[in-house]
């Protein structure tokens, strides 16, 4: 059995299908009762409580374990997730952390990120570690404004990352579970090209087949609006990597790749697969 947390989340979703579709038996856990996949077993626990998913882990042999949002809040222990994995039998861990734990390695969540990491490594589990940059779903923020006014609200708008579909991080995770020559790896999981937030709109606009309008947000005011939906911290790290990308941060990363054996997919095609959010 492989557990699944996050597992009505962007990537959480894709991937227990493609696992249930590869004929494993899965535990999809996440906050809320959630419909999935006929044939998988649906837990509702909070992960921010270890202890309550002894029974979940119970006779799994392997775990899918993301750093959310939620899970860098204050008395979060993400470790002990670790920890009560190897109690309770699991021998793999496929942690899905940031690309930040290497290009920005001192921003306060990353420092958390890698103390995780670091955890890992030390349980004598066998372990891989994916390290995603920006995703393409989050201009799903965007949403709502694009909805009741045609306009994408946004800040560095000429500033572009190469955002990664969240459906390609499920596939190369799935890939990682079931193949045990990942093990001991780590990954950096990019899109296939640098894409700024207006290029972005654009592409909204086209799958939309109407004009969508982009408006330029200061830091503070992305910072505000942020934070509504995730830890302070983690807003202000985020925002530095959109603002003032290094080097490192620019890169296209070969993994996808070479671990699909294919180039990682465009934002044009998950803002296709997507559209019906903006509609």
Same mark, same amino acid.
């Given at each position: ?10 990537? !959480? ?12 038996? #899965? @535990? ?9 996949? =006929? ?7 909070? *992960? ?7 029974? /979940? ?12 949002? =939620?899970?860098? %809040?204050? $008395? ?17 861990? /496929?942690?899905? @952390?940031?690309? !930040? ?23 004598? *589990?066998?372990?891989?570690? *994916?390290?995603?940059? $920006? ?16 306009? /994408? ?11 990664? +579909? ?5 596939? /190369?995770? %799935? ?10 790896? #780590? ?8 894409? @700024? ?18 408006? +330029? ?63």
């Amino acid at each position: 059995m492989i557990v699944v947390t996050g597992a009505t989340g962007n990537v !959480g979703r894709p991937l227990t299908r493609a696992l249930a579709e590869a004929g494993q038996q #899965v @535990t999809a856990v996440s906050r809320h009762a959630a419909a999935v996949p =006929d044939g998988v077993r649906h837990v509702a626990a909070d *992960l921010a409580e270890p202890a309550g998913l002894e029974p /979940v882990l119970a006779g799994a042999k392997a775990l899918f374990l993301l750093l959310a949002g =939620d899970m860098h %809040a204050a $008395g979060a222990s993400p470790a002990d997730i670790i920890a009560q994995a190897a109690d309770s039998g699991v021998r793999q861990v /496929v942690l899905l @952390t940031s690309q !930040g734990v290497a290009t920005r390695p001192y921003g306060p969540t990353r420092i958390a990120m890698r103390a995780v990491e670091d955890v890992l490594r030390a349980s004598g *589990l066998d372990w891989t570690i *994916l390290r995603p940059g $920006g995703f393409a779903s989050n201009a799903l923020w965007w949403a709502e404004s694009v909805r009741a006014q045609r306009v /994408v609200a946004a800040p560095f708008g000429d500033v572009g990352v190469p955002v990664i +579909d969240p459906a390609d991080i499920a596939e /190369v995770a %799935a890939a990682c579970l079931l193949d045990h020559q990942h093990t001991g790896a #780590v990954y950096e999981l990019t899109g296939p090209e640098r894409i @700024t937030p207006r290029q972005q709109t654009e592409a909204i606009a086209a799958a939309l087949a109407s004009p969508v309008r982009f408006h +330029d947000l200061t830091r503070d005011e992305a910072k505000a609006a942020m934070s509504q939906n995730m830890p302070v911290e983690l807003a202000a790290d985020t925002l530095d990597i959109l603002g003032s990308p290094n080097p490192a941060e620019l890169r296209v990363s070969p993994d996808v790749r070479r671990i699909l054996g294919r180039a990682p997919r465009p934002f044009a095609d998950w803002a296709a697969r997507n559209i019906a959010a903006f509609h």
